[in-house]
């Protein structure tokens, strides 16, 4: 009895888990509603940390911090990424949760998939994530895909570009005003 009652107390804690994602995004490029369908079953345990943050309000009025043309637009620093914070550290913060050993699949880097950040090591990877404007095949297996756009590739086309070759946005940056999870 004792294993059952702390099994539903875990599922209890667990937040509702849906299969996608919806990012409404505002600023000087992209205004509209970006849907994400989550790989809970490629990669379950970066699909469910991109849940747990968005049902915690984390990603809420996080900044694109790295936008480069042909390549990516990324996001998710709930540490420093926010909104009215010091933008030149945005990008080197994750959550207070632990990184998360990778979880690579053959799924390939094409437009709209959507994988999750990292630094050098392949299990650093924490809150951060990009979405794909274009192929990237040097990223396939190298970095765990935990989704997908299914409706708004649009908007992700007009997210404010950065400059140089680390892609940084450089004034107003475009931003993530909330993240909520959709059946």
Same mark, same amino acid.
């Given at each position: ?14 937040? &509702? ?6 990012? *409404? ?11 994400? *369908?989550?790989?809970? *079953? ?13 049902? =915690?309000? &984390? ?23 926010? /909104? ?12 207070? /949760? ?7 699949? *053959?799924?390939?880097?094409?437009? @709209? ?18 979405? /794909?404007?274009?192929? @990237? ?10 989704? =997908? ?12 570009? @950065?400059?140089?070759?680390?892609? &940084? ?9 909330? &993240?909520?999870?959709? =059946?």
């Amino acid at each position: 009895m004792r294993k059952l009652v702390s099994i539903l107390a875990l599922v209890a804690a667990t937040p &509702a888990f849906a299969t996608s994602l919806a990012l *409404d995004i505002e600023g000087e490029g992209a205004n509209g509603t970006v849907t994400i *369908d989550l790989f809970e *079953d490629v990669a379950p345990q970066h699909a469910e940390r991109i849940a747990t943050l968005a049902e =915690e309000g &984390a990603y809420d009025d996080v900044v694109f911090h790295r936008v480069i043309e042909g390549f990516m637009a990324q996001t998710g620093d709930v540490e420093f990424g926010k /909104m009215g914070g010091d933008m030149r550290m945005a990008g080197r913060g994750g959550s207070d /949760m632990p990184d998360l050993e990778a979880e690579f699949s *053959d799924i390939a880097f094409e437009r @709209g998939v959507v994988g999750m950040a990292r630094s050098q090591s392949p299990d650093s990877a924490n809150s951060q994530f990009f979405i /794909m404007f274009e192929p @990237g095949p040097f990223l396939n297996g190298q970095y765990t895909v935990v989704g =997908e756009v299914t409706d708004g590739m649009d908007v992700v086309d007009a997210i404010k570009r @950065g400059e140089g070759a680390n892609g &940084a946005v450089i004034g107003q940056p475009d931003r993530i005003t909330e &993240a909520r999870l959709i =059946e």
